[in-house]
């Protein structure tokens, strides 16, 4: 292996700025974990006047199984070299850039695991990568550009938010939880200050955090922050009416994400009923009412069977700025899928055989989650029984108090009787996938283990395909992302 290249250029970043003149975009394209939503994707999306957001999902694994495999094009070394602290680039790039690339069936070199205080290599990795993804999504021109987060994801989101914003990034999004917290953190990183959300810890008997100091991560060279505008991703009025009441908590906008929206959605509200083929059943409790929600006097945009030009049009009408697409997104072929994920797809899009689940079991959070039907795949259940029960990539670990009063980290889709000897409950376990895992071989990035298991897909998409099912009859070899922009903007012509 070669010594990693030399980072020697560096531009100023200078003060960094949304930009508040301009108008709200109309279209947001979903921000799809792992890397679905990519830099390539986002940048199409942001150069052509619309909201390209990349997901900031795992982007530390993400750089880091990059930089081993050569980096293809030298784009992520590009960003590298202008990240306001080249030492602390140049760290990354030692510790991950193999040349020429590691051997296809070697392991990937695993990553510092996130915690309640992730030691030090572990938050440079997460800011410089946050920081590549939003800067090479932002590159040459002046367009808008935003960034996913999960609230289910704590352990991560003050170093990716940081990341994010020393890149300039315009909007921060996130769903899957409540996130309160997420002003006041914008706030503090855009004032220099440090950072910090409250833990979510199981039986915690004092409330602990989770922060990060930009000052102290990058130094005399830390630029001036501009404060990102904040979209919280909700369901339900209730949640919007809680955000918004407080000035400290409320966001700048929401995304109202309907049920059929793809990866994780929110719980049907009452009893859990499952319908014939196991999925949950979503009742009119379970939908916003729009006309409420204009009376906040945020924009907001609609996700979730939104991906038609009749949806967008119904949206506008009824006060929407415009819709959050994600499926048409993911399935172009500007987006982050493998070429044979996305072929396999397309090919049982265009012969009317793909199916979207609703798996109200499969995510370690106890979210319902969206798994596409594919051969071969996670979906299918020999296949997925026949994977090595493990956990190592372990973003979606639970913090809990042990009884020593320390913390300790499990997640249920762990091997059982690692779950059980940290005090969960084998109920918990039953069905539990592993996303991480799954979601990165998704994108080309699954892990090869020493034994020569490989990991396998776990594709996920939403269950409204309307809108894909147009584009395959126009474009029956697929459709780029600029193509499924101005098929959604044909009721606006």
Known sequence: MTAAPSLTT????????????????????????VAVSGWRLARTISTNGHLGVVSGTALDAVLARILQDGDPGGHYRRALAHFPNLPVAQRVLDTYFIDGGRPDDAPYRPVPKLTLSTSREGQELAVVANFAEVWLAKEGHDGVVGVNLLEKIQMATPTA??????????????????????PALLRALAAGQVGRITADVVGASTTRSIEVD?????GPEMPTLTRPDFLAIISINQLASYLHRDPEIRPDGFVVERPPA????????????????????YGPRDEADLAKLTQFGLPFWVAGAAATPAHLATAIRSGAVGVQVGTLFALSLDSGLSDDNRNQLLARLRDGDLTVRNDPRASPTGFPFKVAVLPGTASDADVYAARPRLCDLSYLRQPYERSDGKVGYRCPAEPVHMHLRKGGSLADTVGRQCLCNGLMADIGLGQHRTDGYAEVPLVTLGQDLTGAVELIARHPQGWTARQALTYLQESLA
């Open 10 to 33: 560096q531009a100023d970043t200078g003060t960094l700025a949304r930009g508040d003149h301009r108008p709200r975009p109309v279209i947001i394209q979903g921000g799809m974990g």
């Open 262 to 281: 793809g990866g994780h959605s929110a719980p049907p509200r009452g009893r859990l009923q499952l319908d014939e083929t196991g999925d949950p059943v």
């Open 161 to 182: 938010v940081l990341g994010a914003m020393l890149a300039g990034v315009d909007y921060v999004l996130m769903g899957a939880g409540i996130p309160r917290e997420i």
């Open 214 to 218: 930009p000052v102290d991560l990058v």
